[in-house]
């Protein structure tokens, strides 16, 4: 069975993408991720590592986006080696798609790029997994025909993760609708819990974030029947280079997700 077809059709639990914003240097995220293993491994939950290899979206010149693209990559891939866990990174334009999918085993396109045909194409040519975050700016209907262009190069591995909806400038909101409107695409369809709660478009430059209310997305999410949750955590948040202000720390992830996983087992029997 691939890998695609492990989370497609492992009903018995959600999946989970998770990790640190960004490789911030070549220790951390690797901490980061056996922890992340040794949790999902307690709970039986099939996990995939995440971490950018390379922030391309920032609000200001100054921001961090990085220690160098091959260092990043690397380290996402010795993590995916040395753990035995499968990897998950961004692209950004259809030049990077066939470099990174030399380190990692699914292909993410960011929310701001969902609709560049060129960069869909080029990842989905690689024959790499590729999940797609719905556009802020999108309806959850219309990523039918994100899927369709995938699948017109003869890829079907395709995840559709929602992030939450523009709500004004400073704002986003979660309609659980779309979760069950995505997967008549029939593909799995991924709550991304922690990036719905930013507070983008500060006048500091830099987003803000109402991470308190993650288990409340997360429990929705798993209620209405996600196939996997994304979130982002850190062991000291308010110290992350990328995204701190949305993240969940890393001590608490233990907690959330032993709820989430009762939640599924509750929905699975109903």
Not at 92 to 121: K, M
Not at 156 to 171: A, E, K, P, V
Not at 175 to 204: F, G, Y
Request: charged share 25%; hydrophobic share 40%; net charge neutral.
């Amino acid at each position: 069975m691939t890998l695609y077809e492990k989370l497609k059709n492992d009903k018995k639990n959600f999946f989970l993408l998770a990790g640190p914003c960004v490789i911030e240097d070549e220790q951390s995220p690797k901490e980061i991720a056996k922890t992340l293993k040794q949790i999902t491994d307690k709970l039986s939950i099939p996990f995939v590592f995440k971490a950018s290899y390379r922030k391309a979206n920032r609000s200001k010149i100054d921001s961090f986006t990085g220690i160098g693209d091959e260092k990043a990559l690397k380290v996402i891939s010795e993590i995916g080696k040395e753990l035995n866990v499968p990897t998950v990174t961004d692209i950004h334009t259809p030049e990077e798609a066939l470099l990174v999918a030399d380190y990692v085993d699914i292909l993410q396109i960011p929310a701001f790029l969902c609709r560049q045909t060129d960069l869909l194409i080029a990842a989905a040519k690689t024959n790499k997994i590729v999940n797609v975050k719905k556009g802020q700016f999108l309806s959850p209907e219309s990523m039918k025909f994100v899927v369709e262009k995938i699948q017109q190069t003869g890829n079907n591995n395709i995840i559709l993760t929602d992030r939450g909806t523009f709500f004004g400038y400073q704002d986003l909101v979660v309609d659980i609708r779309s979760i069950p409107i995505m997967q008549e695409n029939n593909v799995p369809v991924v709550m991304d819990i922690t990036h719905c709660l930013q507070k983008p478009n500060q006048t500091s430059g830099v987003s803000g974030g109402d991470p308190k209310m993650i288990e409340t997305i997360a429990k929705a999410a798993i209620a209405v029947g996600a196939d996997g949750i994304f979130m982002e955590t850190h062991p000291n948040p308010e110290k992350a280079k990328s995204d701190g202000k949305n993240m969940i720390q890393l001590s608490e992830v233990e907690k959330l997700l032993t709820k989430l996983v009762t939640l599924k087992q509750t929905i699975n029997n109903l």
